[in-house]
């Protein structure tokens, strides 16, 4: 429920709406970029409890309109917050006019791996490195990834190269750890409903990159982000990275492009796309990356490796720099067609 105050409503009006919403258990907030003043309500309210409240609220001093917001995520609507969100990680805007490029390998296998990664994607325009610590992965005999020596790396070469990083996290007990080395903490697919996992990385306020689950609907996807939201979370952004295909012959995923579109219309957060495991075949991700900036993501994440070959891991999907360095190139003419910025 959205409540609508006139515009220059007087502070007693709009205590008064805060207070007669509080005084039912309800928890008020403040909706920014609306004309009027506007105070939604985030808590479930039943039928019964519903349309007696609207009554109640339009009978108030300065309250003109109450509005029934459809979506069962409210926070994350946007109808509950109608200016789109720009998220900030250190001093990288994503959201804004110009559509941000992450990148770095799968996972961070040693220093000068790391290292040269960094410094291969920085060179080339990406503002983000990514790199995994910790790798879920399918088999227990797969890497697992260097863990507290790979936080360690990334903290490293944050700092050495000056590139913002985000990294994995799977645990809800180490999301105060991991987000004492890196910038951005992402939630995998995997763990798009590890709801102990969501409230954990909500209430750290630290930004976060959530993928959607490979059968995920976006309403269920979205309610995932609602849980980041709730428990505090304000830097949030949604990263569509392809569902089940109908036949693995040929791709690893379905990188749904009618989500992103879509996405942005119902959310007010910003959304890119993870071409590399979107289709999972390198030679293959050029194209879908492209597609994903025509088609509105605010940027795309993609898998470079300096030696795809002899990674160890999703070494199949990686770009190798030179590839990469072209993938750049073509990207800032995608996104000048659509009134966007690659830079």
């Known amino acids: 429920m959205i409540v609508l105050l006139q515009k220059g409503a007087p502070q007693d009006q709009v205590d008064t709406v805060i207070n007669v919403i509080e005084k039912r258990g309800m928890q008020p907030v403040n909706m920014p970029g609306e004309e009027n003043i506007a105070i939604g309500i985030t808590s479930f309210i039943s039928p019964e409890v519903r349309y007696p409240l609207a009554d109640t609220l339009l009978a108030l001093p300065g309250v003109f309109h109450v509005v029934h917001v459809s979506r069962p995520y409210k926070l994350a609507s946007r109808e509950f917050h109608k200016v789109q969100t720009v998220v900030k990680v250190r001093g990288v805007e994503i959201g804004g006019p110009n559509c941000v490029v992450i990148a770095g390998p799968c996972a961070v296998e040693s220093e000068e791996q790391i290292y040269e990664s960094a410094r291969v994607v920085k060179a080339a325009g990406a503002k983000l490195l990514r790199g995994g610590a910790f ?3 399918t088999s227990p005999y797969s890497f697992q990834g260097l863990q507290q020596e790979g936080l360690d790396l990334l903290k490293q070469v944050g700092r050495d190269i000056d590139i913002a990083t985000v990294t994995e996290v799977v645990d809800p007990n180490d999301v105060e750890t991991v987000c004492a080395y890196v910038d951005m903490l992402q ?32 309403d269920e ?7 980041l939201l709730h428990h505090g979370a304000s830097n949030v952004v949604l990263c569509e990275r392809g569902v089940h295909p109908l036949d693995r012959t040929y791709t690893r995923n379905t990188l749904d492009i009618n989500a992103i579109p879509v996405l942005k219309d119902i959310s007010h957060l910003p959304v890119i796309a993870d071409p590399s495991h979107g289709i999972g075949h390198a030679k293959f991700v050029p194209n879908i990356a492209r597609a994903a900036i025509a088609a509105g993501a605010d940027g795309v994440i993609i898998e470079v490796h300096p030696c795809p070959q002899e990674a160890m891991s999703d070494g ?14 073509s990207l800032k003419r995608v996104a000048a067609s659509v009134d966007r910025t690659v830079d």
């Open 316 to 329: 199949q999907q990686s770009l190798t720099p030179d590839a990469f360095g072209t993938l750049m190139h």
């Open 221 to 227: 996807y979205l309610n995932a982000a609602e849980y």
């Open 187 to 218: 939630i995998g697919a995997r763990n798009m409903q590890n709801f102990a996992l969501l409230i954990a990385a909500g209430r750290s306020g630290h930004p976060v990159l959530l993928k959607r689950g490979p059968s995920a609907t976006l």
């Open 135 to 137: 790798k879920p992965r």
